[in-house]
């Protein structure tokens, strides 16, 4: 089930018109409804999502590593920007959580969820959603989730202080895949690189019939690309993310951050599977990236006990709503 529950301020429903687009360059929360809306059939693809195990593992992994495996499975849970629900479900496949809810600023991507639930067998209750403005009761959850979202949010705090009022008390929320402020410099940078390269190689010479990804398919993300500046809003010093939690009211306040060589790997693999012929990739290459990824991982755990933690790509946080 999926309801529209959010301020309806910001919103475009259906296809945005050329006004919207233009209003979207000043209005994050449009641009973000925009562009996520467009991604919200191809996001799967695009970032290599799915709900096997190999995801299944990587969810479960981000969420133990800041937040422990003590209260699994959480009776009633909620993700915030829920995008395709890749976290929320494969967290609910891993055993976490029991009760699914899902949440976006994006109808297309809260009625993706929900589909993506449905066919793993799960009856998933959907809201379109404003983080700033989470359209639940005090007290109703004892989990609230998301990935990949805080950045996109114009007032973390805020969100965060809603966070804590849907929370039950001494329920937990957890926030993972948050870019670093280096991180993401030297992943942009990775990635523009990575994207002229393949682009160049795969248009330019023999391999262009076989390899390229067609011609309407890299001008619809150049142009989702485009819009990607202005939904992009922050990106973290963890220890101030630490800072802005805890003024938001919550307490035992924990971050953690990973991919470092990981992420020099990562996301030049990420760019160049969005540039290139899908139908080239296949399972093997999804394994043999997931592993390489892994095995990176492994040493950036390490590296992790030595180096500190703003180096590192991501920062995942986690904290709770005081009893
Ligand atoms: C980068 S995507 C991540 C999606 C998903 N969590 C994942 O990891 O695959 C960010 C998601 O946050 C949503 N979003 C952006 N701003 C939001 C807001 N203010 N409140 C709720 N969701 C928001 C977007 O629509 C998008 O689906």
Redesign the pocket.
């Given at each position: 089930m999926v309801s529209d529950s959010s301020t309806g301020q910001s919103h475009a429903s259906g296809d945005p018109t050329a006004e919207d687009i233009e209003r979207a360059w000043s209005d994050p929360?449009l641009a973000?409804?925009i562009y996520?809306d467009w991604e919200a059939s191809s996001?799967d693809e695009k970032?290599s999502?799915s709900y096997d195990q190999r995801c299944i593992d990587y969810a479960r992994d981000r969420f133990a590593a800041v937040a422990g495996t003590e209260g699994w499975p959480y009776p009633k849970a909620l993700?915030?920007?829920?995008?395709?629900g890749?976290?929320l479900l494969n967290l609910k496949q891993a055993g976490v959580l029991d009760e699914a809810h899902v949440?976006?600023?994006?109808p297309g991507?809260v009625a993706t969820a929900i589909r993506n639930g449905e066919s793993l067998g799960f009856a998933v209750e959907g809201r379109v959603?404003?983080?700033?403005s989470i359209p639940y009761d005090d007290a109703t959850f004892d989990l609230v989730v998301?990935?990949?979202?805080l950045h996109?949010?114009?007032d973390v705090e805020l969100?965060m202080r809603e966070v804590l009022r849907v929370l039950k008390p001494g329920g937990r929320f957890v926030f993972a895949?948050e870019p670093t402020k280096l991180g993401d410099w030297y992943a942009r940078r990775l990635g523009r690189l990575t994207w002229r390269a393949t682009t160049a190689l795969t248009h330019r010479t023999p391999l262009r019939d076989r390899w390229a990804r067609p011609e309407e398919e890299l001008a619809e993300s150049s142009r989702a690309a485009a819009l990607e500046s202005v939904?992009d809003l922050h990106t973290f010093d963890p220890r101030e993310l630490a800072a802005t939690a805890l003024r938001a009211g919550a307490v035992d306040v924990r971050t953690t951050t990973e991919e470092l060589t990981a992420a020099f790997l990562g996301w030049p693999v990420r760019t160049f599977e969005a540039a290139v012929n899908p139908d080239r990739l296949g399972w093997g290459w999804a394994m043999f990236a997931y592993r390489s990824w892994q095995r990176l991982s492994a040493v950036d755990r390490v590296l992790g006990r030595v180096l500190p933690q703003k180096l590192f790509y991501n920062v995942l946080i986690t904290g709770t709503r005081a009893r």
């Open positions: 929360k973000n409804v996520h996001y970032w999502i993700e915030v920007g829920c995008g395709t890749f976290f949440s976006d600023l994006s991507m959603a404003d983080a700033e998301g990935h990949a979202v996109h949010i114009p969100a895949g939904v």
